[in-house]
């Protein structure tokens, strides 16, 4: 008997994304090995997404991620008309055994709201928990929507209601981790990287006026709100109106007079071997972070690449980091330069060790196999 999954991604970025795409790039690392476990795989995405699956249902031909930040009049319908499709889908058809839910918030509302009968669905959740607090302090699941955690300090933050529907976490994965171990170590460089959204809570506007400070090489590699390059940014600045996003006005203010092409250097959103090279042969990944890291991707495929974490102690780094061996850990941000500076004397091997034993695609499949038998009530396969 064959075990049908809805996955839902949501409708902001194909899967996989091209560059970045926390949540998309986890559901592209998930999939295959959910179809390798003998999981059929109902795809609910956006058109342009190329990832195999066994049927694909987008109501948006492209990604939608440049509504996100726009004001919430305008940007509401989107994610309510995908989660809509999503589910008309679910009703209309009898051969899915399950919804593996991503969306944030609405997802979880529209999924609640459905009749107790309806397919019984995981939701997990990806983001800072101390949000949506009147969704989630009063959420019920009626016995029939179960959540996940991508990290135990995740939901230690979430309300007691929600809490009350946890049946667990699941680290996050990347392919890097696959034979990790086995690879050449690259040549270490001098430089020090930041890999992700530019946006406060990532805190590189920390990271830029430390290597100032201390005098380290400093790569930036993501998006800033919806542009990818440099050569993007620079003609929307020019347009007064562009600081209306927050994270283009946390540039313009605060990240972008440090940026000097020399010290510090943006260098947009890479992705493939370009990205994977200049993780690999930096000194350190710097994560100041600034608020409470549900998931923390950018640990494991730093790991993956034999590069070790400096970063503030926050959500789940403590779970991901072996301080003193994989990386540093600090609670005062005072320490982080020369924490950065001594990153150098910790050995690649060990962290690629540990992302091979503990961040592989399969080991993350097959624990989110286990969950869809909990919520589910039979076994998959």
Not at 50 to 69: C, I, M, N, S
Not at 133 to 152: K, M, T
Request: net charge negative; with cysteine; hydrophobic share 45%.
């Amino acid at each position: 008997m064959t075990f049908t999954v809805l996955v839902n991604a949501g409708p902001w970025l194909p899967v996989p994304p091209q560059g970045y795409g926390g949540i998309e790039n986890i559901v592209a690392t998930l999939v295959p090995e959910l179809r390798r476990l003998g999981v059929t795989v109902v795809l609910a995405s956006v058109g342009t997404s190329t990832e195999p699956v066994d049927e694909l249902v987008a109501p948006f031909p492209d990604g939608q991620f440049g509504w996100l930040q726009r004001p919430f009049n305008q940007a509401s319908g989107v994610a309510t008309a995908h989660q809509a499709a999503v589910v008309r889908t679910v009703r209309q058809r009898d051969d899915i055994d399950l919804v593996h839910d991503h969306v944030e918030a609405i997802g979880l509302a529209m999924l609640a709201a459905m009749e107790p009968s309806a397919t019984p669905v995981l939701h997990t959740l990806h983001w800072d928990l101390a949000k949506h607090p009147e969704l989630y302090g009063a959420f019920d699941g009626g016995g029939r929507i179960s959540v996940n955690g991508v990290s135990a300090a995740q939901l230690r933050r979430a309300p007691r209601a929600l809490r009350a529907h946890a049946i667990g976490h699941v680290y996050l994965a990347t392919p890097l981790a696959v034979d990790a171990e086995t690879r050449p170590i690259a040549d270490r460089a001098e430089h020090v990287v930041m890999l992700g959204r530019i946006t406060p809570g990532k805190g590189q506007d920390l990271g830029v006026r430390l290597a100032h400070e201390a005098g380290f090489d400093l790569v930036l590699a993501g998006p800033v709100g919806p542009y990818k390059q440099p050569e993007d940014l620079a003609a929307a600045l020019r347009d007064p109106a562009a600081s209306t996003n927050p994270d283009v006005r946390f540039w313009r203010e605060k990240v972008g007079p440090y940026v000097d092409g020399n010290r510090v250097r943006w260098v947009g959103t890479l992705t493939g071997a370009a990205r994977d090279n200049l993780v690999a042969e930096a000194r350190a990944m710097l994560a100041p972070l600034r608020w409470e890291e549900p998931g923390g991707t950018f640990v494991v495929e730093s790991l993956a690449l034999g590069t070790p974490v400096v970063a503030t102690a926050r959500g789940c780094l403590p779970e991901l980091i072996e301080h003193g061996r994989t990386g540093l850990l600090t609670d005062s941000e005072d320490e982080l330069a020369d924490l950065v500076l001594a990153a150098g004397k910790l050995d690649p091997a060990e962290c690629r060790h540990e992302a091979a034993r503990r961040f592989t695609p399969a080991a993350m499949a097959k624990r989110y196999v286990a969950l869809y038998e909990e919520v589910a009530g039979r076994p998959v396969g």
